[in-house]
T-cell receptor
Framework: DTGVSQNPRHKITKRGQNVTFRCDPI?????LYWYRQTLGQGPEFLTY????????KSRLLSDRFSAERPKGSFSTLEIQRTEQGDSAMYLC?????????????FGPGTRLTVL | GNSVTQMEGPVTLSEEAFLTINCTYT??????LFWYVQYPGEGLQLLLK?????DKGSNKGFEATYRKETTSFHLEKGSVQVSDSAVYFC???????????FGTGTSLTVIP
């Protein structure tokens, strides 16, 4: 078990550029979540997938944000036309569909800086 | 709505001191409650959890009790160590759905 991995770990981009992040969940986990964390704040939910289906999206997820999980394994989060306000840590988490409440396992995050 | 309010930091304690980090929540129904910890340079890790009223979660000497009457889930440890220095996040998972709601985090520094 290698845990949840995210790539890249850091991304610096200019305003207006598009960026894409990747998350590889723990292999047997069928649920995958994206969060955004800004400095001094806790993670804020963006969206989650069960297998390849995107089941819930936060109002924080503007039209410039899109997430996919095409084969129910890894996921990508794309931000189009980045703005300085998009600068944050983007966290991915995963867990298994289970009858009991279970924890979410978090990756190390991708830190985005928009200049 | 659902939200978590956490004691503001930073908190600085001497080794072997008693720790309390306050956490209160607002939720519809009866959520599950969690404490996550983030060590420097690492991702969030589950510290402990409680799924119903009066449950006590415990791990690594940390404890928290789910208090429905006060809508609280305060984190405590009797004797902190330097290695406990980290940011601690209180979180709730609502009864329906899978979304977690996190507090703003409390930074703890333990000095020798």
């Amino acid at each position: 078990d290698t845990g949840v991995s995210q790539n890249p770990r850091h991304k610096i981009t200019k305003r207006g550029q598009n960026v894409t992040f990747r998350c590889d969940p723990i292999s047997e986990h069928n649920r995958l979540y994206w969060y955004r964390q800004t400095l001094g704040q806790g993670p804020e939910f963006l969206t989650y997938f069960q297998n390849e289906a995107q089941l819930e999206k936060s109002r924080l997820l503007s039209d410039r944000f899109s997430a996919e999980r095409p084969k129910g394994s890894f996921s990508t989060l794309e931000i189009q036309r980045t703005e300085q306000g998009d600068s944050a840590m983007y966290l991915c988490a995963s867990n298994r569909l289970a009858g009991e409440v279970n924890e979410q396992f978090f990756g190390p995050g991708t830190r985005l800086t928009v200049l | 709505g659902n939200s978590v309010t956490q004691m503001e930091g930073p908190v600085t304690l001497s080794e072997e001191a008693f720790l309390t980090i306050n956490c209160t929540y607002t939720a519809t129904g009866y959520p599950s409650l969690f404490w996550y910890v983030q060590y420097p340079g690492e991702g969030l890790q589950l510290l402990l959890k409680a799924t119903k009223a009066d449950d006590k979660g415990s791990n690594k000497g940390f404890e928290a009790t789910y208090r429905k009457e006060t809508t609280s889930f305060h984190l405590e440890k009797g004797s902190v160590q330097v290695s406990d220095s980290a940011v601690y996040f209180c979180a709730l998972r609502r009864l329906t759905g899978n979304q977690f709601y996190f507090g703003t985090g409390t930074s703890l520094t333990v000095i020798p």
